[in-house]
T-cell receptor, first 112, second 112 residues
Framework: EAGVAQSPRYKIIEKRQSVAFWCNPI?????LYWYQQILGQGPKLLIQFQNNGVVDDSQLPKDRFSAERLKGVDSTLKIQPAKLEDSAVYLC??????????FGPGTRLTVT | QKEVEQNSGPLSVPEGAIASLNCTYS??????FFWYRQYSGKSPELIMS????GDKEDGRFTAQLNKASQYVSLLIRDSQPSDSATYLC????????????FGRGTSLIVHP
């Protein structure tokens, strides 16, 4: 069974630029999560989707971050404009029943 | 504010010893508890889940849950250098609308 796919794996941008990350969950997994993990910290949930609906986005900085999950499968997370403090690893995870999560390899973002 | 607390470590144990990792949580409605292992530069990998009070064993790993004390632990028997990683505790209340909360992780070092 293929795991969670993410791209790109690494991205370097300048502040105020925009960036987008893509995630393809495990086939059949209805729940999809985007996390931000800053070095030395645990993952922080940004947004949770159930199929193509948003379950929770209370920790998503909506002035600069947006996410969508069209057709209930793939998802994209966008940052516009990026700030220095957005430098982190962005993790996508999926879950069959909204309980146990399986993570993709992550995208390491560096904002200079 | 839901919190999950872990000692950041590092916890250093000799090869062959038992490593004990602890986690406390603040939200009493929490129902699902998870341990993830994260190697440096990699994404979290689910190693144990526990939902009921008591112990759950899987190979060299044992998860222990005490909901009255709001405490969950992970024991690793016969620790190996390959177990050296950061161990993340995650907690989730029941129902799809409750978001998972991660601790910051405990760094474990198993020395030969």
């Amino acid at each position: 069974e293929a795991g969670v796919a993410q791209s790109p794996r690494y991205k370097i941008i300048e502040k105020r630029q925009s960036v987008a990350f893509w995630c393809n969950p495990i086939s059949g997994h209805a729940t999809l999560y985007w996390y931000q993990q800053i070095l030395g910290q645990g993952p922080k949930l940004l947004i949770q989707f159930q199929n193509n609906g948003v379950v929770d986005d209370s920790q998503l900085p909506k002035d600069r971050f947006s996410a969508e999950r069209l057709k209930g499968v793939d998802s994209t997370l966008k940052i516009q404009p990026a700030k220095l403090e957005d430098s982190a690893v962005y993790l996508c995870a999926s879950s069959l029943a909204g309980v146990e999560q399986y993570f993709g390899p992550g995208t390491r973002l560096t904002v200079t | 504010q839901k919190e999950v607390e872990q000692n950041s470590g590092p916890l250093s144990v000799p090869e062959g010893a038992i490593a004990s990792l602890n986690c406390t949580y603040s939200d009493r409605v929490s129902q699902s508890f998870f341990w993830y292992r994260q190697y440096s530069g990699k994404s979290p990998e689910l190693i144990m889940s526990i939902y009921s009070n008591g112990d759950k064993e899987d190979g060299r790993f044992t998860a222990q849950l005490n909901k009255a004390s709001q405490y969950v632990s992970l024991l690793i028997r016969d620790s190996q250098p390959s177990d050296s990683a950061t161990y993340l505790c995650a907690v989730k209340a029941s129902g799809g609308s409750y978001i998972p909360t991660f601790g910051r992780g405990t760094s474990l070092i198993v020395h030969p």
